[in-house]
């Protein structure tokens, strides 16, 4: 009997209408255009409007887009691992939200929380629940609403983040499609440089919490880029070579879109060309879970079946990894 992998069968995406230019962030916080657009790569970035939406209202449209796609009800879902930072309520999961708003009324799910590497730890977890047979049908969903959580008054973080949301459907497959490998770390001391202050148990909200912006997201941008570039780079030329992958052999890296110049740094060291990356960051900013798999959307048209795919990604915390796939259709 060959053996079961677990393949992307469907990919959907969806951001907000909002567009967030770089020219209406110089009204609002001491920066230019040529600044971001230098440092980061970014010329706008979409904002999630209206009141009481939250991440898992732009999982249904990138959800119910995917399922059309594939031709399947919601209530085929057997699990849906939603990989988030900025949930809707801190409990129930968002997971839960979504199949709710979704019908998907025979799913079990829950959130995944490792900042932006969550979409890929929620790939290789699903990618379990496929290979062990236990489920056949799982849906990752990687999303986040950035804008709830960032001050807008701190031009360091405020030019990078956008709101959006990306899906996935993993499916068996015994034809040597899917899900090969992957590499997954974390380090837990980079907490310090890039994190949310207050809102969780250690320190729960207040009026103090509030007026100094503590729920926002803080970011020492110097050391999480010197982290970030070495580790993304290495782990995904890590995975390269334990697969014995060389750079011809890699169709497309897919990174996540937190900073052009450390998907250069990452592109150069697994020695592929520009022209196998996949990059949307000028336009939709980092979206955190969102990244990757809004990528796989814009692409999709592109891909191949058979396309060796590396997928790569850094964190806060820290979290890093990278997920080596075949495309199987």
């Given at each position: 009997m060959s053996k079961i992998h677990a393949a992307i069968t469907a990919v959907n995406g969806y951001v907000p209408e909002y567009v967030l230019t770089n020219k209406e962030l110089e009204s609002i916080v001491d920066t230019t255009d040529e600044w971001i657009t230098s440092r980061t790569g970014i010329k706008e970035r979409r904002i999630l409007k209206g009141e009481g939406l939250g991440t898992s209202d732009m999982a249904v449209h990138a959800v119910n887009g995917l399922l059309k796609k594939r031709g399947i009800t919601a209530e085929e879902i057997e699990l849906i691992i939603f990989c988030t930072?900025?949930?809707?309520?801190?409990?129930?999961?968002?997971?839960?939200?979504?199949?709710?708003?979704?019908g998907a009324k025979n799913a079990w799910g829950y959130d995944l929380?490792?900042?932006?590497?969550?979409?890929?730890?929620?790939?290789s977890?699903?990618?379990?629940?496929?290979?062990?047979?236990?489920?056949?049908?799982?849906?990752?969903?990687?999303?986040?609403?950035?804008?709830?959580?960032?001050?807008?008054?701190?031009?360091?973080?405020?030019?990078?983040?956008g709101d959006g949301c990306g899906a996935v459907l993993l499916e068996p497959n015994e034809e040597g499609f899917g899900v090969m490998d992957s590499i997954l770390r974390s380090d837990g001391s980079g907490r310090q440089f890039l994190h949310q202050k207050a809102g969780g148990s250690a320190r729960p909200a207040?009026?103090?919490?509030?007026?100094?912006?503590?729920?926002?997201?803080?970011?020492?941008?110097q050391a999480v880029f010197k982290f970030a570039v070495t580790n993304m780079a290495d782990v995904a030329a890590e995975i390269m070579d334990r697969n014995n992958l060389t750079s011809e052999d890699v169709t497309w890296l897919v990174p996540h879109q937190a900073n052009k110049r450390i998907i250069d740094a990452t592109a150069s060291r697994m020695g592929v060309g520009s022209e196998k990356v996949m990059i949307n960051i000028q336009r939709y900013g980092n979206t955190t879970n969102g990244t990757i798999p809004l990528c796989l959307w814009e692409w999709e048209s592109q891909l191949k079946k058979g396309d060796n795919i590396i997928l790569a990604a850094f964190g806060g915390g820290f979290t890093w990894g990278s997920v080596y796939l075949k495309w199987a259709y």
């Open positions: 930072t900025t949930p809707d309520l801190p409990f129930p999961a968002s997971a839960n939200i979504l199949a709710d708003k979704i929380q490792a900042a932006c590497s969550g979409f890929i730890y929620g790939v977890t699903g990618a379990q629940f496929i290979e062990s047979g236990k489920h056949k049908k799982v849906l990752v969903v990687g999303g986040d609403k950035m804008s709830s959580i960032i001050n807008y008054q701190d031009r360091t973080t405020c030019i990078i983040f207040s009026h103090e919490t509030v007026d100094n912006h503590e729920h926002a997201v803080y970011q020492e941008g």
